[in-house]
Nanobody, 123 residues
Framework: QVHLVQSGGGLVQAGGSLRLSCASS????????VGWFRQAPGKEREFVAG????????YYGDSVKGRFTISRDNAKNTAYLQMNSLKPEDTAVYYC????????????????WGPGTQVTVSS
């Protein structure tokens, strides 16, 4: 397992942008797939985006396609979620996760999870 540390998030107006970061402390996760998930109050956790260890295959939830971009910088042991054109319905706690199989796809079991960061989009 890897230990994930998240940063970014906060309050933004609708139409604005935020970037979330997810760093692995103490151990490289360059061979891991990375996923971003979110959970809004009273709702189930939702897959947002995923990225394989090679960095050339990305996956997105339907609600964020065209607005969010997942990326990684293995030299910095960090993954990112760039969120543009934010909407009030994007308000949630966002979690990054690492997948030791390296695929970063929506339906697999992720092994390590970050603590979560709040994103609030005001209308």
């Amino acid at each position: 397992q890897v230990h994930l540390v998240q940063s970014g998030g906060g309050l933004v107006q609708a139409g604005g942008s935020l970037r979330l970061s997810c760093a692995s402390s103490g151990r490289t996760f360059s061979n891991y797939g990375v996923g971003w998930f979110r959970q809004a109050p009273g709702k189930e956790r939702e897959f947002v985006a995923g990225l394989g260890w090679t960095g050339d295959r990305t996956y997105y939830g339907d609600s964020v396609k065209g607005r969010f971009t997942i990326s990684r910088d293995n030299a910095k042991n960090t993954a990112y979620l760039q969120m543009n054109s934010l909407k009030p319905e994007d308000t949630a706690v966002y979690y990054c996760a690492a997948d030791k199989t390296g695929w970063g796809t929506p339906g697999i079991k992720y092994d390590s999870w970050g603590p979560g960061t709040q994103v609030t989009v005001s209308s």
